[in-house]
Structure formats: structure tokens, C-alpha cells
């Protein structure tokens, strides 16, 4: 079974699906390079209107494998930066995608799935689902994702959920324009069809202009940032509390940074 389904309708809607519900659709090296793959093949297909990002499962996405990121902290720091550079790029090609993307996010998004619903034109939302920008709580930060999703809420928003790493609601998400709509679970299908067909009613050369255009007179990330956010999330993978972060989680204990009263 795939990691990530891909189709194209005859309307020219592409749709990428998460497909590792076993795993709340975490993504590890491989899925990013196949969603770096099709969202290049797609951004280049001349029959494609609209690019639609789901997912299979009660999650949208845990975010980053836990069991990737801490293979990852044992590697060197050269590899750790190549290997952030891949998802930076999977966050810089789903923004820059020319055509308009809707992320429908049915389920719980966290960490970096925060940032894939960030790099989004429109998102909608399931009153089921829930976000955090868990990072902090693993002695990481949301480094790679962290223009988008300050774009996205605003840097005041951004700082209370990085420093807190709190769970949030869909509602929530709405309120701080994380999403532009919150619907009933068995209404996220009807929502998403209602706007995919109102966006379609427009011209697709008008289209691409308005999304070039609104990247244009804000501009969401360079190549120093890039280097920049890149640059950390290496450092704190192989850094000592992220190590211990991660060792905390999977032995199912508290990081030596909680003191206890």
C-alpha cells in the first residue's frame, strides 16, 4: 500500500492523499520525497486546476516519524541539514505550488502537518480536529515550518503555540486564521466539493496571477531564512536535549528538563 495516492479528475483537481493511517499519517524521509515528487510533476501539468491535500484515517498527520527523527539525531549534522532541507523544500513547493491548494484536514495536525496546512491557499476544517506545535515538548522547535505557519496566524499567535506546545481546537485554528472554515465531520466532503467547484468557476490564468501575486507583495520565506531554519532543526536533532526528548518519548517517561515539585 503507498504512503501518499495520487489522482487527477477530469475537472483537472489533483488530490494527494496522507495514506499511513497506521502511523496517524506521520511523514518520514520517503513520504516527503514522493510529496516533493508529485507536487513537482503536478505543478507542471498543464491539466491541473486545483490541488486538493487530504488524508486517510482518524489523523490528518502526527507530523515528523518520531522513529525517523531519532534515527536522524545519530546521524552527522551535515546529514541532518540535507535531510531538512528536503522537507523545506516540500514546504516551499506546496506554497509556491501555481496553482490554488485546499488542505481538508479531518483529524488531529500536529507539528510539522501544521506547517503542510499552513503552506495552503484555503484550508477547511472537521470540528473533529485538533493542532499543536508540539516540538518544544521533545527539545525541538518548529523550525523549518515556522514561516509559513507565523504567515499564516500571525508572529503573536505563533509565539504563544511554539513556546506552550498546547493542543488546540479547530475552532481555535479558525479564530487565529490558521483555517478559513470549521464544518460538521460528515460535512467536510460537501464543504470541500462546494469550494473546489467555487474556485473552478474562476479563470485559470486569473487564478495563478492572484496566487503569484499575493506571494509577491508578501513574501513568505528567502534563502536565508531557509538556511537559517534548516540550520537549527539539525542542531537541536543532534543536540543533547533533543536526543533526550526523544529517548523521554519513547521510553515513556518525563524529559530530565521537567522538575517535579
Same mark, same amino acid.
Given at each position: 500500500?503507498?504512503?501518499?495516492?495520487?489522482?487527477?479528475?477530469?475537472?483537472?483537481?489533483?488530490?494527494?492523499?496522507?495514506?499511513?493511517?497506521?502511523?496517524?499519517?506521520?511523514?518520514?524521509?520517503?513520504?516527503?520525497?514522493?510529496?516533493?515528487?508529485?507536487?513537482?510533476?503536478?505543478?507542471?501539468?498543464?491539466?491541473?486546476?486545483?490541488?486538493?491535500?487530504?488524508?486517510?484515517?482518524?489523523?490528518?498527520?502526527?507530523?515528523?516519524?518520531?522513529?525517523?527523527?531519532?534515527?536522524?539525531?545519530?546521524?552527522?549534522?551535515?546529514?541532518?541539514?540535507?535531510?531538512?532541507?528536503?522537507?523545506?523544500?516540500?514546504?516551499?513547493?506546496?506554497?509556491?505550488?501555481?496553482?490554488?491548494?485546499?488542505?481538508?484536514?479531518?483529524? $488531529?495536525?500536529?507539528?510539522?502537518?501544521? %506547517? *503542510? /496546512?499552513?503552506?495552503?491557499?484555503? #484550508?477547511? =476544517?472537521?470540528?473533529? +480536529? &485538533?493542532?499543536?506545535?508540539?516540538?518544544?515538548?521533545?527539545?525541538?522547535?518548529?523550525?523549518?515550518?515556522?514561516?509559513?505557519?507565523?504567515?499564516?496566524?500571525?508572529?503573536?499567535?505563533?509565539?504563544?503555540?511554539?513556546?506552550?506546545?498546547?493542543?488546540?481546537? $479547530?475552532?481555535?485554528?479558525?479564530?487565529? %486564521? *490558521? /483555517?478559513?472554515?470549521?464544518?460538521? #465531520?460528515? =460535512?467536510?466532503?460537501? +464543504? &470541500?466539493?462546494?469550494?473546489?467547484?467555487?474556485?473552478?468557476?474562476?479563470?485559470?490564468?486569473?487564478?495563478?496571477?492572484?496566487?503569484?501575486?499575493?506571494?509577491?507583495?508578501?513574501?513568505?520565506?528567502?534563502?536565508?531564512?531557509?538556511?537559517?531554519?534548516?540550520?537549527?532543526?539539525?542542531?537541536?536533532?543532534?543536540?543533547?536535549?533533543?536526543?533526550?526528548?526523544?529517548?523521554?518519548?519513547?521510553?515513556?517517561?518525563?524529559?530530565?528538563?521537567?522538575?517535579?515539585?
Amino acid at each position: 500500500m503507498s504512503a501518499l495516492l495520487a489522482s487527477l479528475d477530469p475537472r483537472g483537481v489533483a488530490t494527494l492523499t496522507l495514506n499511513r493511517p497506521e502511523v496517524h499519517n506521520a511523514f518520514d524521509d520517503v513520504l516527503i520525497a514522493d510529496l516533493n515528487r508529485v507536487i513537482a510533476e503536478f505543478s507542471l501539468h498543464p491539466e491541473v486546476r486545483l490541488l486538493v491535500l487530504r488524508a486517510e484515517g482518524k489523523s490528518f498527520s502526527a507530523g515528523a516519524d518520531l522513529g525517523w527523527m531519532k534515527r536522524m539525531a545519530s546521524y552527522s549534522r551535515e546529514d541532518n541539514e540535507a535531510d531538512a532541507r528536503e522537507l523545506e523544500r516540500l514546504m516551499r513547493g506546496l506554497h509556491e505550488f501555481p496553482k490554488p491548494t485546499l488542505a481538508l484536514v479531518q483529524g $488531529a495536525a500536529y507539528g510539522g502537518a501544521v %506547517g *503542510l /496546512v499552513s503552506c495552503c491557499d484555503i #484550508a477547511i =476544517a472537521s470540528e473533529a +480536529a &485538533s493542532f499543536s506545535l508540539s516540538e518544544a515538548k521533545l527539545g525541538l522547535a518548529p523550525a523549518v515550518i515556522s514561516p509559513y505557519v507565523i504567515a499564516a496566524m500571525g508572529a503573536r499567535q505563533a509565539s504563544r503555540y511554539f513556546l506552550s506546545a498546547e493542543r488546540f481546537s $479547530a475552532q481555535r485554528a479558525c479564530e487565529i %486564521g *490558521l /483555517v478559513h472554515e470549521v464544518v460538521a #465531520a460528515d =460535512a467536510l466532503t460537501g +464543504a &470541500s466539493e462546494k469550494m473546489i467547484s467555487t474556485v473552478l468557476d474562476n479563470g485559470p490564468v486569473a487564478l495563478m496571477a492572484c496566487k503569484a501575486l499575493a506571494r509577491k507583495i508578501s513574501p513568505v520565506s528567502s534563502a536565508e531564512i531557509s538556511d537559517y531554519t534548516t540550520t537549527l532543526i539539525a542542531s537541536l536533532r543532534t543536540s543533547q536535549e533533543g536526543q533526550e526528548g526523544l529517548s523521554a518519548f519513547f521510553e515513556k517517561r518525563a524529559p530530565a528538563w521537567q522538575k517535579k515539585n
